[in-house]
Structure formats: C-alpha cells, structure tokens
C-alpha cells in the first residue's frame, strides 16, 4: 500500500451508485424470495466451481495476479501521464477525447454527440459505466432510444429492471421469467414478436434466436454504437472489450459513430500490461481460459471514409467507424485516489469473482446494494466514489454488508484487498455516524480495555442466567434480537475464566 | 516452555470451558501456562465496527498486558488474527507509532492454537481420546486470515476414537461475522441455515472449530433447530483423555 498523495478529494460520484434503503432493508426482500434464493445459489455456484477449476490449471496463478496488481498500483500513481499520453494517442489516429467529472457532464457530451449525427437510436455494448451514469435514462430524455446488446443486459432493459451482477447482469431471472418478458415485451420493427414466434418456449436455442433476430435488425439499422471499455492502451490509443456473445463486436464495427465511456482508472500503460490482464479477467469471470471476442480498436479507419462503413464498397478498409469519441470519466474516482487505504479499490477490472465467491451477494443478489457495483467489490467502491454523506446515507451501510470472511480477497485477480478496505470504509462511516452508537461503544471500550472493569463486568453476567430456560437464550430485546431472532444464546457461565484461574491459584 | 494464553474476551466471559481445555491441553504437553491477568479483549470488535479510535486504549491495554510474555496462544483464529493483522496497523493509523511497534513485536509471538502445537511445539499427535463422529468448520480467520491450513485436521486425524466426517462445502462462511450477525441479522441467519443443514448432512454427532465465536453462531443455529449435534472447539477435542469419563473433559461443565 503507497500512502503517497494522489488524486484530490474532489467531485463526489453521481448517477446510479446509490440506492435508496439501507443494506439490511434492501436485502430483506430477496432473502424471503425462495426461488430467488435457489437461482442465485445455483448460478454463483457453477461460475463458482469452473473458476476453481480453470485457476487451477495454471501454475503461476499467484504469480499473474502479482503482476496485475503491480500493473495496476504504477498506472495509479502516474495517471495523469497515463491519461495525457491515451488522448494524445487516441487525437492523433482521428478519435477525439473528452473529459466528464461526473455522471451528468458525461451525459451530456454523450447525448450531444448523438444529436450532432442527427441519429435517434443507439445501440449498445455491455458497459458498467454506462449503467453508473445512468446514460440510457439521460439519451431516454433527449429523446434518443438506446438498445442494449448484451443479452442480459438486454432482458433486464426489456424489463425495466437493474442489473443485478457485474457480469451476470440477469442472474435473479430464470429462463421462464426470460421467456414471458421476451413475449410481453420484444417487438421488431413490425411490432411482431422477432421472428413472428408467437408461442415462444422458455427453450434456451428459441429464446437465442428471438433475441439474435431482434438485435440483428438492430445491428444493420443503427448509425452509432455506445461502448464501455475494460482496457485502454495508452502507448496506441487502443480501446478494449472482452465479451462473450460477440454483440459488442458487431456493435464496435457496424456503425458509422462509435462513443466509449470508460473510467480514468481503466488505462494501462502498455500492450505488454494487456496481456497479463487478458489471462486473469477470463478465467475470473466466467471461468473460461480465453473469453470468445476480444475487440480491439485504435482511433478511425481512414480508408472507411471512402464508404459507408458497412456498405461492402471497395477502395479500403470498410469495417469500424469513422467516427470515434472517447469520454473520460472520472465521476467519484479522483476522490477514490485520494484514499491511501481505499485506492486499490479502483483497480477492479470488474470479473465478479468475489461477488460469486461472497457468503452474502449470494444470499441477498446484487440489487440490495443499491448502486451499479453489487456484491464485495461495490461495497468499498460506491461509498468510495460517492463519499459517505452521513449516517443515514445508503451507501454507510454498503460496508458492513460483509462477514469480513476474506473469499472475495482470494479470488481477486489483482490482489484488491476488499476486507481490508472494508474495516477501513466502516471507520470512515463511523466517524459521520449516530452518536448513541458511539457512545455505547465508548463505553464498552472503556469497560474491555481494562481487566479489573473487564473483570467486574463479568460478575454481573450471570445475572443472564435469569433470561435462560435449559440453559439456553431464546428471545433478547432489540438491538440483540438481531441475534435471537435466528439463534439461540447459551446461558451464561456461572464463572468467568478469570475467576476459575485465579480460584485455582488460590488452591 | 513457557506459554501465556490470551484466553480471549469472549472464551473468558461466555466459554470459559474452551481456555480451560486449552490450559488443559498445554499441560498435559508438560508445558507451564500463564495467564496474564491485566488481559481483556483485543479490541477486534471495535476495529471491525468503525470504531478504531475507541480501540487504542484496548490495543495499549494488550500489548501492555503480554508484553512480557514470550510466547503467546489464543484458542481463537480471530483474535490471533486481529493481533497479527489489524493491531499494529490499526495503531499507525491513528498516530500511536511507538504502540504499533510494541504491537508488531508481540503480533510475531502470538499463535493460534493450532499454529502453535504443529509450527512452535512440534506436535501433531497430542495424545487425545475422542471417541464420536466429528465434522469440522475450518473459520474463515483461520482459513483466510492466518492461513493454517491442513493444521487443525492433521490434529484431528492424530486423536484417537474420532471419526471425521468432511463438511460440505467446508470453507464457506458460517454468516457470524462479529457485529454482522446484529446489524444484518437476516442475511446472517440465512447464511447460518445453509451451514446448519450442511452440518446436518453428515450425520456427525459433533461440529468442531478453532473459534469460539463462530462456534456460539453455529451452537446457536443448531439449538434453535432443535438439532441434535453439539459445538465442540479444537480445544476441547485435543484436551480429551481416555481417561475423562465420555471423552469429554472436566472443565467443560461450567453451565
């Protein structure tokens, strides 16, 4: 951990990084939802169980992740180089780089950029920045409509509903559910249901095929395309995206104007960096050794200029666009840097291991976090991006949302130490937090910090021995109900150790 | 040699059986323990709570407490861990450099049980009888923060009369969590439910674990449903003698 300065604790995050309730609100919903339960345990667990297995496979696992972190804590420290040389870059192969301090200036340089095309639809590319800046809602309101690609994505679109894991983004929905929002909701340009299915199945093979017929009209209709990043090479000006379903290539490739909105931290310094990270994000995520598309681009074709792109017309190379904007978005991050101890939270490349490893996300989902990033990785990063505005603040309870049992810290691909993070994000909450709390904490602090308080404390214990039928607590008041209300308490000792050693010494 | 338990608030207060076995254990091992008698807690739920401020003084109190001890044992994973991994750096952060050395110094001299028979005494057939079927929680401290490993099974494997059945999917956390289990009660309970039933599933009359937390969390879940499997620490397993009447010690009557 380098504690040297970096970043200024300056504009606070904004957008879809944070939910209206508190954690233990929110989570009470999925955690009486059955079939919620069983889907995500299933789902977490299989992704869970291949991941294990591709890791595995690799001898210098540790080693890969070593240099992903090292990777990842130098291009932090030098960002602004980083950032300067990645603009330089992109401006000389014809691109154009914008910069957004937050979510809202980001969405307005995206959507003026599609009103200059003189374009009303979009489609996208699986983006989580996108999703943190709320973008599609932003376009929505201008009057632009964007179409999501990414099959699931697609479907919680279609639904109206959030995302619920980085990468899974639909895993609280089972096939049945997808099927009856595909025939409630999917609607080519006929107004049909793609492909005039009419009595579509929940059959895996149909539900592909309504979705491809859907978005492949899409695809051969729409002039501009909406892109993420997970990688940014700064030596070239190359972008990034690794994906699974082969929708961000045709998305990245197909239309004349192609806008990708990526944080500042995703910026490596090199092609060499690239290749560490091209091993560790796939077996991370979906737990495959080589994820199927990985699309690369640097600035615009300047042969395409000859033809529409897409048009098959000779005299160059047709394929990428011949537009190209890159919008910089720093939306909280700067402020995440100035954390010595929070920072390696920005070095996520967003594989949701630990989201699959956590005793907790696959228990409770990913909305009851409440912001775009669920599960561990989100708990550290939206209170980080957001600042912790005070006690009642959502995003307070984000971390100790957490058994701080460390299995997301070993599966991170970059080393992120999340418990860590997490102990030190609750002291930050704490310090804006409810005064009767910190006092009965002083309190007890004032009592365990000394063995004769301690020790006196102890002789009133038994007195719980009052509360107990065959030696066992069943119902506390509250806050301790906590604890009752799924457990029972063992009466307390009639002696503390304590007295035993030194009855024992007296003997 | 000669060794100084940190008996742990929570053992001291509500599980006093568990530093009893412990002590039981090291003697009969012919070793001589000491209990330092200024100890109190650690500080751990503090620290974890937010609260690493108020945490100072119990840290101080701790160093203070041991720092003439030279070799110290915790029948805990997690208070073993929280003075190897959140004491001195805990200290640092709020400014206390000189408490943060002593911290560092005493962090190198502290063991958890385990850690302490297989690494420092050599040992890994302590001599104990236990006859009943046994599965084991490998706590997520133990597992995750000290990284013990294989330690407290090949413990186990050595003890006589034991059966040991393996824990579906073992290493996963058994939703205590200190102030979590409070805080976020529900998510807490439906994390213990699916330990429970996992315990439930091998048939074994007893649930072992090297923390006494994690053990009160699980005991509690299985009290509650009316199961009929007991909460056992290491501890207590390896204290056991053939010449105990059931197997089961004399200091774990305290009820």
């Known amino acids: ?138 376009l929505e309101a201008a009057g632009i409509t964007a179409t999501e690609t990414d099959l699931a994505e697609l479907i919680v679109q279609l639904d109206d509903d959030r995302p619920s894991h980085i990468l899974v983004p639909a895993i609280h929905r089972n096939r049945q559910e997808i099927a009856e929002i595909f025939r409630t909701r999917m609607r080519d340009a006929q107004g049909r249901v793609p492909g005039g299915i009419d009595n579509l199945t929940d059959d895996p093979a149909a539900l592909a095929e309504a979705a491809r017929r859907y978005l492949r009209e899409k695809f051969l209709s729409t002039r501009v395309a909406v892109s993420g990043a997970n990688f940014a090479v700064a030596e070239t000006g190359t972008l990034c995206v690794v994906e699974s379903e082969g929708n961000g290539r045709m998305c990245v490739t197909l239309p004349d104007t192609l806008i990708t909105v ?51 017309e000779t005299g160059g190379d047709t394929d990428g666009p011949r537009e190209f904007h890159l919008v910089l978005l720093d939306n909280g991050r700067t402020a995440a840097l100035s954390d010595p101890v929070g920072r390696p939270a920005l070095h996520c490349i967003r594989c949701s291991a630990c989201l699959n490893a956590c005793p907790v996300y696959s228990r409770t989902g990913g909305h009851a976090y409440g912001s775009t990033y669920p599960g561990p990785i989100g708990a550290i990063l939206s209170p980080l991006l957001t600042g ?31 418990p860590s993070i997490l102990v030190h994000l609750r002291g930050r909450a704490m310090r804006e937090g409810r005064r009767g709390e910190r006092a009965v904490m002083r309190l007890l602090a004032w009592v365990l910090s000394s063995a004769r308080r301690f020790g006196a404390a102890e002789r009133l214990m038994p007195v719980g021995r009052l ?22 308490l063992p009466a307390p000792p009639r002696r503390s150790f304590r007295r035993l050693w030194a009855r024992r010494r007296a003997r | 040699m000669r060794i100084a338990l940190l ?118 057939d302590v001599g104990a009888y ?67 039933e996992a315990i439930l599933a091998t048939g074994a009359g007893a649930c072992a674990a090297a923390d006494a937390s994690c053990l009160l969390h699980i005991g509690g879940g299985l009290s509650r449903a009316g199961a009929d499997v007991r909460t056992v620490h290491l501890a207590e397993i390896l204290a056991s003698t053939a010449s105990d009447t059931d197997g089961d010690a004399e200091g774990t009557d305290t009820r």
């Open chain 1, 1 to 138: 951990m380098s504690s040297t300065f970096l970043g200024m604790p300056g504009t606070a995050g904004s957008g879809n990084l944070r939910g209206d309730r508190p954690f233990p609100e929110a989570a009470a919903g999925a955690l009486g939802d059955e079939q919620l339960r069983r889907n995500l345990a299933h789902a977490t667990g299989t992704i869970r169980a291949k991941r294990a297995t591709v890791v595995g496979e690799l001898d210098d696992w540790e080693q890969l992740r070593d240099a992903g972190s090292a990777i990842k804590i130098d291009a932090m420290a030098r960002l602004p180089e980083l950032l300067e040389r990645l603009e330089r870059e992109v401006t000389t192969r014809g691109g154009v780089v914008h910069w957004a301090r937050d979510a809202d200036e980001a969405n307005r340089i995206v959507t003026r950029l599609v009103t200059d095309t003189g374009q009303r639809e979009v489609v996208k590319v699986k983006s989580m920045a996108t999703q943190e800046i709320g973008l599609n809602e932003a």
């Open chain 1, 262 to 312: 990526m944080g500042i931290e995703k910026v490596i310094p090199s092609w060499r960096d690239l290749e560490v990270f091209l091993q560790l994000l796939p077996r991370s995520s979906t737990g495959e050794r080589m994820n199927p598309y990985t699309s690369l681009w640097t600035g615009v074709h300047a042969a395409s200029a000859s033809g529409p792109a897409g048009s098959g």
């Open chain 1, 388 to 418: 912790i505005s005070g006690p009642d603040d959502p995003n307070a309870s984000l971390p100790f949302a957490s058994t701080l049992c460390g299995a997301c810290y070993d599966v991170c691909p970059v080393k992120i130490d999340i």
């Open chain 1, 467 to 488: 509360l107990a039928r065959d030696g066992r607590i069943r119902r506390l008041p509250p806050p301790l109900s906590g604890w009752t209300d799924h457990r029972d």
């Open chain 2, 7 to 124: 008996a742990t608030c929570l053992a001291d207060a509500v599980t006093p059986h568990v530093a009893r076995a412990t002590v039981r254990l090291l003697e009969r091992l012919g070793h001589r323990v000491t209990f330092p008698r200024e100890q109190a807690c650690c500080g751990q739920m503090h620290i974890n709570s937010g609260y690493p401020d108020q945490a100072v003084p119990l840290i101080r109190n701790h160093v203070a407490a041991f720092a003439d001890a030279d070799l110290v044992v915790a029948p805990s994973a997690s208070c073993a861990g929280s003075v190897r991994h959140q004491h001195a750096t805990v200290a640092r952060a709020e400014g206390q450099h000189a408490l943060a050395e002593e911290a560092e110094r005493l962090a190198g001299r502290t063991y958890e049980l385990s850690e302490l028979l297989v690494d420092v005494l050599g040992v890994i």
């Open chain 2, 130 to 196: 236990y006859p009943h079927r046994v599965t084991y929680h490998p706590t997520c401290h133990s597992l995750r923060m000290l990284r013990v490993g294989q330690r407290p099974l090949t413990l186990l494997r050595h003890v006589r009369g034991l059966e040991l059945v393996e824990l579906p999917s073992a290493e996963e956390c058994c939703g205590f969590g200190g102030t979590f289990a409070v805080k976020n009660a529900a998510t807490s309970g439906a994390i213990l439910s699916d330990k429970i």
